[in-house]
């Protein structure tokens, strides 16, 4: 069996990543829920991939791209685009045609964008004692998914 290394960053702080091993089986589902872990997250948001293939800085082409998403935004009417998506918990890493270096984008909590920029860094063959997904590498501390506020912001 296939695992798949990929290296995950801060759109904003590429400094800040996670090294993340998967299996070939494993859902798109399962690698946001390693994701969150591995960003020290604590409040569930809905969330997407997209397929890229390369590295872009162009909103469109992100948004463009195949997404692969949470299966709350299957029904959701009002989206930004009309383009077919893809549930996460059915689509599994196996599924989608990706090879060494290839970039993808994750988009966690639709309100407040926290993105990540993937890039598969390795395929290679599952290590029999090992338990996936697993979190091989942190680099950088996690930022805090609610930044604090001093309540002298919010006077009015």
């Avoid at 009002?78 to 196996?94: D, L, P």
């Avoid at 395929?123 to 930044?147: D, F, L």
Wanted: a negative charge; glycine letters at 2%; hydrophobic letters at 30%.
């Amino acid at each position: 069996m296939k695992s798949y290394c990929f290296k995950v960053a801060l759109m904003d702080n590429k400094r800040t990543y996670r090294h993340i091993e998967l299996l070939e089986k494993s859902t798109f589902h399962a690698f946001h829920k390693i994701i969150f872990k591995a960003f020290d997250r604590y409040d569930e948001h809905m969330y997407s991939f997209f397929i890229t293939g390369k590295a872009t800085n162009n909103m469109r082409a992100i948004y463009d791209s195949p997404e692969i998403t949470h299966p709350m935004m299957l029904k959701d009417d009002f989206s930004r685009n009309r383009k077919e998506r893809y549930n996460a918990q059915k689509i599994h890493i196996q599924d989608v045609e990706l090879y060494e270096k290839d970039k993808l984008y994750y988009l966690f909590d639709f309100g407040d964008d926290w993105w990540h920029e993937i890039t598969l860094l390795k395929i290679g063959e599952k290590e029999k004692s090992a338990k996936y997904p697993r979190i091989v590498k942190r680099v950088g501390e996690s930022p805090k998914q609610y930044p604090d506020y001093d309540d002298e912001d919010f006077e009015e």
